[in-house]
């Protein structure tokens, strides 16, 4: 059995109070830090860059699961890696060579995940199934914290769920967007194992907002 993972998105922290968010964050058990970066090109706002990564590793030693929202993923690949994230993931959608991305994090002995919007289907990335760490489930549209999830990503999760039972493969099911105490369970009946949740967690108090996912998971 996989070990479900929750992983708050820092994106909805407050940023001039980013350590105490992440320190109460940490200290209420979290399994990793979450961290969105969008370039206002493949989502149309702007977050954090790979500087931010390398600030963050410095503060905490949770593993940094590092989500690229940006077109040309390459050409950021090396400084995220350098900065210390240890799961990547990148979506299909914003790159025409995504064997390769994975190829080079893989060489860097990072977990390489692929991530999916909404609107595009598992089959698009079948043949990337036996080599990935990691598959991100888009549970809303990418680019902002507080949307509502999309109950239709769930079929995705069981399709995900099912293939990899199947065939025997090695990746987590990471779902991000949406993701509250009564969506994790949704989720988690359908085979996800690592949960993104921002401003449930972030715009409320943090360690009990934790408390209420890990419990949900029970
Ligand atoms: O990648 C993204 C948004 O594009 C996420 O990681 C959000 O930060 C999730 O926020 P909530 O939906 O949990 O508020
Ligand atoms: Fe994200």
Known sequence: MVKQMIAPSILSAQRLNLQADIDQAVAAGVDMLHIDLMDGVFVPTLSFGPAFIKDIRTITQVPLDAHLMVCNPEHYLDEVIAAGADLI?????????????????????KKAG??????????TIAPLLATVDNVLVMTVNPGFGGQAFIDAMLEKIQQLAQLKAQHNYNYTIE??????DQTIQQCAQAGANIFVAGSYIFDHQIASQIQKLQQALK
Request: charged content about 10%; proline content about 3%.
């Open 89 to 109: 993931n990148v979506h299909v959608e914003s790159t025409q060579h995504i064997f390769r991305l994975i190829q080079l994090i893989h060489a860097a002995h």
């Open 114 to 123: 692929v991530v999916l919007n909404p609107g595009t289907a598992v089959t």
């Open 175 to 180: 779902v991000d967007g949406g993701i509250n």
